[in-house]
């Protein structure tokens, strides 16, 4: 069966944009970058609607891959989606990359908004650091409840995504062909 709806889950630093960017680029999909569509210039957080409503505009066609937690936007994506990719990474690789990005990869990122220059603070190493503990349980109670059918695969290391992106590189009924 083609994968036509992805949506890609993780930590900030554990490979997401990437990862989405690489689907999108295989399986032919456009890429939705959620903090795009999330951030306003200044880094401001929108309302809670005007988010979801672009969401939702964002993903109204047959084919896309979503990239990006946003627990408020579940209720859109998952029910759609045909895989779920969690990206299950090591706290210190995720702040590792993160911090390396900021110093860097300024200015190359396919996910940053426009008027918000890519930052670390205290506030996001410390939420990176927690991450495990005090916001994925909400995920995935979330994910449980807005998609507890839809296929999911955990990846963990390098050797799991590249074994994951090689298998829809070669799989024609995947990519459907």
Known sequence: M???R???LGCSGSGKTTLAVELGRLLELPVVHLDRL??????QAPDEASFCARVQQAIAGDRWVSEGNYRETFP???PRADLVVVL???RWLCLRRVLWRS???RGRRPDLPDGCPEH???PLLQFIWCFYQATWPRIEAARAEHGADVRT?????NREITAFLTSIAQSPALRGE
Do not use: E, K, Q, T
């Open 103 to 105: 110093l860097f990869a």
């Open 120 to 122: 670390v603070d205290w």
């Open 2 to 4: 083609p994968i036509r």
């Open 38 to 43: 999330y951030w306003r210039p200044g880094w």
């Open 153 to 157: 695969i955990w990846l963990r290391r």
């Open 76 to 78: 859109l994506r998952l």
């Open 88 to 90: 299950h990474r090591s």
């Open 6 to 8: 992805i949506v890609v």
